[in-house]
Each structure stands twice: as C-alpha cells, then as structure tokens.
C-alpha cells in the first residue's frame, strides 16, 4: 500500500481515538462536536467558512475541524479565549482537535483566510463573560461583518438557553 499525506493523517487520528470497546468502557463517552473547513458553505453560498460557524458545546465537550476543503485550518485569536487559557492553532490541511474545558467564548479563524471572512465561534458552557469582548478583536474588511454577524448569533444562543 502506497503511503499518502491522507492516510497518515488518517492513520494518526484513528490512533488518538479511543476504540469502540473502550468507548464504552468510560462512564460517559466525550462528546464531539464537528465543524467543517470550506472552501464554499453548499447551503448558503457563502466563499471560505467554517460550518456551523458559531456553536455552543458543554465544558469537556470537543471540537473537531474537519479538513473537507483544503487549504484551512483554525487558529484561535490569542484575545479571544477565556482568560488563563491557551490559544489553539492547527495546521493547514489537517483535521485538528481541541477539547474545551474552560467556559467561555473563543473566536477564531483560518489563518491563511482571515480577510476573507473565515471566522467563528465557540460558546462553551453557560457562563460567557468574555462574549462582548470578541468585539474588540482586530477583524477588518470582509471578515467584519460575518463576526458581527457571528457574534450577534452567539448571543441570541446565550439568550436561548438563558430563558
Ligand atoms: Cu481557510
């Protein structure tokens, strides 16, 4: 068998998962959220997005970024992450997964796509202090909008499941 990028990649995440027997084994399975990295969203049209762009997980939970498009990854804004936590950032091509522990709200973006609006949201838990402050992270031109846009989401999410 002919050893390709793809299958080591591949190979490696499979490794880092636990088998369905230990899976079980566990007292309760960690959830894993998905989110895509695309070179175009099928539904909306939208050019270079993450999909869903703005979801809210429970603390523990995991986040997983698929690479279906190339060219992506997600690199997370140093100040858009709950204080004392460490920003993520993944490589390029590569799924990447980042478990959450810590409540808050995180924002990030594709490093190479930023400009192009390739941003998104990460609600963790129930306490999002830092939620408002994402609006002061340096965003410009195209991206502006949708982190607006992606922030004003965020926040009718919060409202959600505050009421
Ligand atoms: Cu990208």
Redesign the pocket.
Known sequence: MKITRRSLIASASASAILSPAALRAQDSEPTVHEVE?LNRDPDTGDI?VFRPAVIKVSPGDTVRFVATDR??NSEAFDDAVPEGVEAWKGNINEEFEITLDTEGAYGYH?T??LSAG?VGIILVGDNVDNLDALRDVRVRGRASARWEDYIARAEEMMAETAS
Do not use: A, D, R
Request: proline share 12%; hydrophobic share 40%.
């Open positions: 990295m270079m060219g992506h594709c190479p796509h390739m």
